[in-house]
């Protein structure tokens, strides 16, 4: 069969002149595609009804499903109810049902219904109403030529669960969607296009119902495999058994699956081994330890950090001896050990990472230049150092630093797996 | 004169199917706003040739500037390159300027140049090459008919470097844009209903070519000005002129101006009064110091932290009494008062902060549910404390706690100036 294709139209001008960040289509997208709707293109318009109406006919044109969001707020700038009217030439009359809602959702919360709430339980004759259990704008739901407009509140929270509750089902049961299985790759530490050169004989193997996607990020690139067919089991066997041909190519760099990060797949590998880790950061400054604890339950391996700013604080807080600093410095290999052995020492763990080097964009000399960094990972067995010359741009530096000490232990914590 | 009008137009499957959040049109739509060109849609396609040049097509009929990001990677999904020659009847060819760039670029990153990266070097022959510092992808800037096509790398930190750097003045000297001044006034602590009920007065009484934006954050509220004229010099006075009359309204929150970061306001306040600042973090994890140290230059002024994650490492390398974590438990005011200023101790600093909390999503008990998290600042002064009961989100829990402890330090800060 065909692709159901859906395009997702975004309505409000805070969207469009870039007051606010649009999270909802990612959101929306990411759904679709788990159900087996293509999404072909997302648009943005403001509060404006030529680009709204023009949005519409050409989606229309293009796709099967066009899920609308935002401009169904009660005051005079919000019109995508009267251009969805004009646009399928339906008269706007009260609706019980979302007046009764509208009434009930206002009651409970202790509001007065005014005149101007009133008017968002009218809506166009020939629409569905779809109930908007959080908020008192009510979704519409159009049919025309077997093809389906929805609109939804631009409230994440408010059109998540309009899509969870009623809107996906409804679309899987209106258009039988192709069955899809997809597979994230996680790696670490291989740029794309060494990545690339690496699988390219495996890549052109693939059979013609795979796809591959490369998603790169700093240090970090995600390899997506989409599977279409109509029996999920056979998919799910084919992408593994597409995977299983993969990772012997890149198996020192594959952290994880589907949305697992360095820094969940590292949590694992402690709890699973036992082990518990400390950080000490100069350079970073904390951005390390704030990843590691990102993740929930974090401290049952973190013992924690210490961030010792200043050269004083690196000798009286972590025992880095005088002549060390004196003799290379704070940003060497020398100091980076001292930190990374020490730091274990103190928080009694058996790890522990080390950061030191010149962020920037300032504090640069000939010989240690802006964007130098040396880190260090002390286990039981040993410590490993490693020298990065990164860029000028400060957070970017103190990120690729996080990345590369996280990369540092989990290769350490897989060796020993 | 006509407005210009600008499309935006982000290419690629990664952000067409939801795998990640598009954050580069909201920049760049703000930055076009800024220079008075107005974004009238935005457009994502995937990588598909047939999608992307339609999208090119619709875009060149409506809009005057068609920035396109996307695409530009070295491997065989990413098309904009190509699309983008044949949309203008261009061959191809080796870009000498751009190959030697990025051989520079490789060289100083310690990297072999292979066959893929080096077709990054080459260009459509009738564009502009825009040269890309941070990455290898170089941008492209293509004229026909008084309309400008820009094509810049989806990689964010590329795209904002380029478009500072090259693509905004090139649009204005392009297009003679009105004449603009904007100022942002940086507020915290202040709700954004709360201020636009303390500023409304003040706020209809602004002229009417000057215009008022809320744009919200997390603790934090931006109000930004636009001033709307000829003469740039005139609007800047009309424009102090009425900020002059807005400050006494809301003093207490009003901690910069422009992009100034409450961090940044911190920052110059600590070295103007010759203080130095160190923290010690529980539930934050390390975030106010990675905010802290953001900010190039930090290290004048900050000390470091330390991060004790364990109650043992409290009491062992922060001196918290085992009687009060036996007593009150390691998220209370008791304890926080003391890791504020036993911190402020050992790092020998003027002032000293603490945070401990539950994060989430787990953790939480009757007594202490998740999102409750005490707070502490000391100084020669004495010690503050703040109780916060925020929501059930890890990683916004963390974040709002940082604000709040920035914002007792500033609050602080300002009392003494």
Redesign the interface.
Same mark, same amino acid.
């Given at each position: 069969m065909n692709d159901v294709l859906a395009e997702l139209i975004?309505i409000g001008d805070e969207?469009?002149? =870039?007051?606010?960040?649009?999270?909802n289509?990612?959101?929306?997208?990411? %759904?679709?595609?788990e159900i087996g709707i293509k999404?072909?293109? %997302?648009?943005?318009?403001?509060d404006n009804e030529d680009?709204i109406m023009q949005?519409f006919r050409?989606a229309e044109s293009r796709a099967n499903i066009v899920l609308i969001t935002g401009g169904l707020g009660p005051t005079n700038d919000d019109i995508t109810k009267p251009c969805l009217a004009n646009f399928f030439n339906s008269p706007i009359s009260l609706h019980q049902q979302a007046y009764s809602e509208l009434k009930e959702l206002f009651e409970t919360r202790g509001f007065q219904l005014t005149e101007t709430n009133k008017r968002q339980a009218e809506l166009p004759d020939k629409c569905t109403m779809i109930s908007n259990r959080h908020g008192s704008a009510p979704g519409m739901w159009f049919e025309r030529n077997n093809k389906v407009f929805v609109s939804m509140p631009g409230v994440p929270h408010e059109m998540k669960a309009m899509m969870k509750e009623n809107v996906l089902e409804k679309l899987q049961n209106f258009y039988h969607t192709p069955t899809i299985f997809h597979k994230m790759i996680q790696t670490v530490g291989i740029?794309?296009?060494?990545l690339?050169?690496t699988i390219k004989d495996w890549e052109g193997n693939l059979p013609s119902n795979i796809s591959?996607?490369?998603?790169?990020g700093l240090m970090q690139v %995600?390899l997506?495999l989409t599977a279409m067919g109509s029996d999920i089991i056979a998919l799910e066997e084919q992408v593994n058994q597409q995977v299983d041909n993969l990772i012997p190519l890149i198996e020192k760099h594959v952290f994880g699956y589907d949305n697992e990060t360095l820094e969940e797949a590292i949590g694992k590998l402690l709890i699973k081994q036992e082990k518990t880790l400390s950080t000490a950061?100069s350079c970073? =400054?904390? !951005?390390?330890? !704030?990843t590691?604890?990102?993740v929930? =339950?974090?401290?049952a391996y973190?013992?924690?950090?210490?961030?010792?700013?200043?050269n004083d604080?690196k000798m009286d807080?972590l025992d880095v001896k005088k002549e060390t600093l004196e003799m290379h410095g704070a940003v060497s290999e020398a100091t980076v050990i001292e930190m990374a052995q020490n730091i274990r020492r %103190?928080?009694r763990t058996d790890i522990g990472v080390a950061s030191s080097g010149i962020?920037?964009?300032?504090g640069g000399t000939k010989e240690k230049p802006v964007g130098l960094v040396w880190i260090a990972y002390s286990d039981g067995n040993g410590t490993i150092t490693k020298k990065l010359?990164l860029?000028h741009?400060?957070?970017?530096n103190?990120k690729r630093t996080t990345t590369a000490v996280l990369y540092l232990i989990w290769q350490s914590l897989v060796q020993n797996n």
């Open positions: 975004t969207i469009l002149y =870039g007051q606010i960040v649009d999270t289509t990612q959101w929306m997208s990411e %759904k679709l595609d999404t072909i293109r %997302k648009t943005t318009v403001g680009q949005a050409e740029g794309e296009s060494w690339s050169d591959l996607a490369y998603l790169p %995600k997506r950061e970073t =400054g904390g !951005h390390i330890a !704030h590691i604890t990102s929930p =339950g974090s401290s973190y013992n924690g950090s210490l961030i010792p700013y200043q604080m807080l %103190k928080f962020a920037g964009p300032g010359q860029g741009q400060r957070l970017i103190i």
